[in-house]
């Protein structure tokens, strides 16, 4: 299956959700708004690419999971860019939800989005157990063991000097593991055995440390017109970043070797169980930085 055709079955499975369902239409609008917003859907994507390598055939079911993974990250950025936040007035090159809605409606447009998701994948043609275990994997992905747990220490730890091992411990938990729920949501659908599902999660963990250092790269180095949001953000609030630890050259070669360590991981999981690495490689070399 085609990128594009993966993408229509979690836009689907988004619309499907929100399309006709009978709640104050204004909420439905921010929601939508954010939703919409463009994004490269990397994360339900990946959990789609990485399904079809381990020669699973895509059933609507599983880009309901995937979709439930997208509301999550995108009720996460609404409530990033709040002025209690990060404070930003773009995303993806148009105005923040709150911009558009106030920020009363942007709170509860994210936390509609932190909440659904659990109903759609409860009502996903799956087996019981298999839900249960990605209902509870996403929601220690997403609370206070995972990425709202990463943006408290984001927070405290601007204008500190931290250290390589607490930035990374931060953007473990803010990035990393909602961009490994993908290969262990995949490894659980596919009913891998334990061990096979822990080395795919590292996969994602490795990819999540790789896609933050890029991005804290990007926030130093891009245009708004590139990244689609206010540049240099973080340099402003005095955050500790990767470009500041390390150099900017230093931040580089780290986010191509954590890529690499990626990529032997995949070839160590495919002398284990039938596993097509070239497409989850692409992906990986698509966040590689060339110099």
Do not use: W
């Not at 932190?114 to 997403?142: E, G, R, W």
């Not at 063991?145 to 931060?170: F, K, N, P, Y």
């Not at 284990?272 to 590689?288: A, D, G, H, N």
């Amino acid at each position: 299956m085609k990128k594009q055709e993966k993408l229509v079955l979690v836009e689907s499975a988004l619309e499907d959700f929100y399309g006709d369902k009978q709640f104050a239409s204004s909420l439905r609008e921010a929601v939508l708004y954010s939703i919409h917003a463009g994004g490269k859907r990397i994360r339900p994507f990946l959990l789609l690419e990485v399904l079809e390598s381990l020669h699973v055939t895509i059933r609507p079911a599983h880009a309901q999971v995937a979709a439930a993974l997208e509301m999550i990250h995108t009720g996460s950025l609404i409530h990033d860019d709040l002025p209690a936040m990060d404070d930003d007035d773009y995303r993806r090159g148009r105005l923040t939800n709150h911009k558009k809605f106030g920020e009363a409606m942007a709170i509860l447009a994210g936390d509609a989005l932190f909440l659904d998701p659990y109903a759609l994948i409860a009502q996903a043609d799956l087996p019981s157990q298999i839900k249960v275990d990605l209902i509870a994997n996403l929601s220690l992905a997403s609370g206070s063991l995972g990425m709202v747990a990463g943006q408290v220490l984001d927070m405290e730890g601007e204008r500190q000097h931290l250290s390589l091992e607490e930035l990374q411990t931060i953007h473990a938990n803010k990035t990393g593991k909602l961009l490994a729920y993908p290969f262990q949501a995949a490894a659980i659908i596919a009913e891998l055995a334990p061990e096979i599902q822990a080395k795919l999660k590292t996969v994602g963990e490795l990819i999540g440390l790789a896609f933050q250092v890029r991005d804290d790269v990007l926030d130093v180095t891009a245009s708004f017109e590139e990244i689609g949001k206010t540049p240099q953000k973080d340099l402003q609030a005095e955050k500790s970043t990767y470009p500041a630890l390390l150099g900017l050259e230093e931040s580089i070669a780290f986010c191509n070797q954590t890529l690499d360590q990626a990529n032997a991981k995949l070839e160590e999981i495919a002398h284990q169980v039938p596993f097509e690495t070239e497409p989850i490689v692409k992906v990986v070399e698509s966040l590689r930085i060339n110099g």
